[in-house]
């Protein structure tokens, strides 16, 4: 009780019982019964970690820069030469992602993706949400024909969290047609996809959609039947990717398309799309003007030590 009442009249987060506690503790050490006054000790520090909060200075640089330096510093194979220039990428998409003054938004984290190689600097800080072409109908020569077709900004955008695969044994949006099953799996789980394919469709073209994004595989075959219609598709965009579009898009994903539903929230639109090499591979970048959206590209010799970079990147910036 009196550790509690300190905390909160002091209001210094804890540091000087944090500091009384370190004390204690060696004088524990060299009572008859330490045990009792280790558990009391780490209930008092467990109070004082709870209560603990240390308030970042927004309005200086310089607090951020070494916060990031210190991060990149330890173990991240991050060379000596990279880490200041490397640092202030950081904090520049921090701040880029902070919203304005009289926003109720929360504060963006910065997107970090890993390149191959290639990358001359062995990073590039770009605006936007970027989706690396890795193979399939949609590349890089289909999304500059997109483009060459549809020159009107901005672009409607549907995204979903549905599995549009043929060879699914079980799908929700069957249920409603499983009358039509007559006795061969197959041809159900056809007919089931087919008619679910051009739902979608019907409803992209109902609601000029051009920009159709999934978190989930889509079958090549409805990809190409999207490009047929002048939709751009993008799949397996992962749980990443879609908060990113959602936080960009201002959007929530849609997790049916079954008759009646209202997926009115999962509609928006970017204001720019074009296609960007990094490294080894083509990638699709989606902007909105009004929404800034920093994604840290970087370049890593190793899966291990890109993915190290990436975790502690990450963790420093939300």
């Known amino acids: 009780m009196a550790a509690k009442g300190f905390l909160e009249d002091v209001g210094d987060g804890g540091t000087v019982l944090t500091s009384l506690i370190c004390d204690l503790t060696a004088l524990s050490a060299q009572t008859r019964r330490p045990g009792e006054s280790t558990d009391l000790l780490r209930e008092?520090?467990?109070?004082?970690?709870?209560k603990y909060e240390h308030t970042l200075d927004l309005s200086s640089s310089c607090e951020m820069l070494a916060l990031a330096k210190s991060v990149l510093s330890s173990k991240c194979h991050v060379t000596k030469s990279n880490v200041e220039p490397l640092a202030l990428a950081v904090?520049?998409?921090?701040?880029?992602?902070?919203?304005?003054?009289?926003?109720?938004?929360s504060v963006r984290p910065l997107k970090v993706k890993l390149v191959t190689h290639g990358l001359s600097r062995g990073f590039t800080l770009e605006d936007g949400f970027l989706h690396c072409l890795s193979g399939g109908p949609t590349d890089a020569d289909a999304v500059k024909k997109f483009l060459s077709f549809h020159d009107r900004r901005p672009?409607?955008?549907l995204i979903l969290n549905v599995q549009l695969r043929e060879e699914l044994k079980e799908m929700e949006e069957m249920v409603d047609i499983v009358g039509e099953y007559d006795g061969s799996l197959r041809p159900h789980k056809k007919i089931a996809s087919e008619t679910h394919f051009q739902r979608i469709l019907s409803h992209c073209s109902t609601h000029n959609i051009k920009i159709l994004l999934n978190q989930k595989v889509v079958e090549e075959h409805f990809v190409r039947m999207c490009q047929k219609n002048g939709i751009l598709c993008l799949d397996r965009l992962g749980n990443e990717?879609?908060?990113?579009?959602?936080?960009?898009?201002?959007?929530v994903p849609a997790a049916s398309m079954n008759c009646g539903a209202d997926i009115s929230a999962s509609h928006g639109c970017v204001d720019e799309v074009t296609v960007k090499r990094f490294g080894e591979k083509d990638y699709v970048q989606l902007r909105k003007g009004s929404?800034?959206?920093?994604?840290?590209?970087?370049?890593?010799?190793t899966e291990e030590s890109g993915q190290d970079l990436k975790v502690r990147l990450k963790c420093g910036t939300e």
């Not at 008092?44 to 709870?50: G, N, R, T």
């Not at 879609?242 to 936080?247: A, E, G, H, N």
């Not at 929404?291 to 010799?301: Q, S």
């Open 91 to 105: 904090v520049r998409g921090f701040l880029e992602s902070m919203p304005s003054s009289n926003s109720q938004e």
């Open 241 to 251: 990717g879609v908060d990113s579009l959602c936080s960009l898009t201002q959007t």
């Open 155 to 157: 672009f409607k955008t």
């Open 44 to 50: 008092v520090m467990e109070l004082c970690l709870a």
């Open 291 to 301: 929404v800034p959206a920093p994604t840290l590209m970087i370049g890593h010799y």
